[in-house]
């Protein structure tokens, strides 16, 4: 079993930034793809990021990309996900995921019933 524990969320104002991260425990050596997801109010659970562990390929949304960056903490076995120039369009509940495959990541970005682990989120509002 592995546990996820995300921290980091908050109330920003537009442009402003904020750090998430993602704490993993337990049989963290079996995990092969980490993924960042985020749901907003009336819509569906959608992918913003994820990486192969092993080959360490990665793929972004297009909602996100060049305004947020992930990065990981071997040693600390944490996911990180800086979110910069947020816009209010980006205010959700973020979520990391974790699987013990690598087809979640495989090309691209996964679906979230792919994934064998959750974290149980932390709300990101964006909001002047």
């Known amino acids: 079993q592995v546990k996820l524990v995300e921290s980091g969320g908050g109330l920003v104002q537009p442009g402003e930034s904020l750090r998430l991260s993602c704490a993993a425990s337990?049989?963290?050596?079996?995990?092969?793809?980490i993924s960042w997801f985020r749901q907003a109010p009336g819509k569906e659970r959608e992918a913003v990021y994820c990486i192969d562990l092993g080959d360490e390929s990665s793929y972004y949304s297009a909602s996100v990309k060049g305004r947020f960056t992930a990065s990981r903490d071997s040693a600390k076995n944490t996911e990180y996900l800086q979110m910069n120039s947020l816009k209010p369009e980006d205010t959700a509940v973020y979520f990391c995921?974790?699987?013990?495959?690598?087809?979640?990541?495989?090309?691209?970005?996964?679906?979230?019933?792919?994934?064998?682990?959750w974290g149980q989120g932390t709300q990101v509002t964006v909001s002047s």
């Open positions: 337990g049989a963290t050596a079996d995990l092969e793809t």
């Open positions: 995921a974790a699987s013990r495959f690598k087809f979640p990541c495989l090309g691209g970005l996964g679906f979230d019933s792919q994934y064998d682990y």
